[in-house]
């Protein structure tokens, strides 16, 4: 998550980590303070949203 916009996430980010946690979903938050769209290293951190997507919201359901 980036901070340099004038609108503050942080707040609403860490309730929903704290809430995926509280369900027992492996979650990490990370802010890059000040960083706005596009920081260095955004290449690789595509990566891992794309493979905790993968991992959390392909399970099957239960009971289908």
């Known amino acids: 998550m980036s901070t340099a916009s004038e ?8 309730l929903v980590a704290e809430k ?5 979903v492996e979650t990490t938050l990370v802010i890059k303070k000040g960083a706005g769209h596009g920081w260095p290293g955004l290449d690789k951190d595509l990566i891992r949203f ?8 392909k399970k099957p359901v239960p009971g289908s």
């Open 7 to 14: 609108t503050n996430w942080t707040d609403d980010q860490e």
């Open 20 to 24: 995926l946690k509280k369900a027992g």
């Open 50 to 57: 794309a493979d905790w997507f993968d991992e959390h919201l």
